[in-house]
């Protein structure tokens, strides 16, 4: 028996709000699995849905954002975790771009009970967790996998660059 579940790393391409921070990380709740480790937007997918309108669905369900994200082409990524003899999860990871940062209007404390804007090097710095342990202020191992792939990094490294395909202004 699994479960599918999708989400996605968003990147601001103008950075008016912080400026030099360009990645939204949600902190998981206390009551998830590895509680208070920092994470992309995303959740279960419900029947039927596909991984990118799962990914969009959550950021909006969790964040209480509701303007336009972009889904990067060629910046999915599944991957499955075992949980587990009989547990199988399956993620399914995405870059979004919006235009703009913005404060999370809303976020339920339960999933999600901080949110963050930060950048490449300081998600680099977040304390690593494995699955069987994830430090409190720490990058989730489900994060970490993702951004270890050398298509992802290079993706990232250019939206997120100085004078890249994103405005500081």
Same mark, same amino acid.
């Given at each position: 028996?699994?479960r ?7 990147v601001a ?5 912080y400026?030099?921070?360009p990645?939204l990380?949600g902190?998981r ?18 029947p039927g849905e596909?991984p990118?309108e799962a ?9 209480g954002?509701?303007g336009?994200l972009t889904?990067?082409p060629g910046s %999915?990524?599944e991957?499955r975790? /075992?949980?587990g003899?009989f547990r199988?999860?399956?993620?399914h990871? =995405?870059? *979004?771009t919006v ?6 209007p809303?976020l339920?404390?339960?999933e999600v009970?901080d ?6 090097? %300081?998600v680099d710095?977040?304390? /690593?967790?494995?699955?069987?342990h994830?430090?409190?202020?720490g990058? =989730?191992f *489900?994060l970490?996998a993702?951004l270890?792939?050398?298509n992802?990094r290079l993706?990232?490294e ?12």
């Amino acid at each position: 028996m699994g479960r599918n579940n999708a989400g996605v790393l968003v990147v601001a391409r103008r950075t008016q709000l912080y400026p030099g921070k360009p990645l939204l990380l949600g902190l998981r709740g206390r009551h998830l699995r590895a509680p208070h480790t920092w994470c992309c937007w995303g959740g279960g997918m419900n029947p039927g849905e596909v991984p990118a309108e799962a990914a969009a669905r959550e950021l909006r369900e969790e964040s209480g954002f509701r303007g336009p994200l972009t889904l990067v082409p060629g910046s %999915e990524w599944e991957h499955r975790v /075992r949980a587990g003899p009989f547990r199988l999860y399956t993620f399914h990871n =995405h870059l *979004g771009t919006v235009e703009e940062q913005f404060d999370p209007p809303h976020l339920d404390g339960y999933e999600v009970e901080d949110a963050r804007w930060m950048s490449l090097g %300081e998600v680099d710095a977040l304390p /690593r967790s494995c699955l069987f342990h994830a430090p409190e202020g720490g990058l =989730h191992f *489900g994060l970490q996998a993702y951004l270890a792939r050398k298509n992802i990094r290079l993706l990232l490294e250019q939206l997120t660059a100085p004078g890249g395909e994103r405005s500081g202004s």
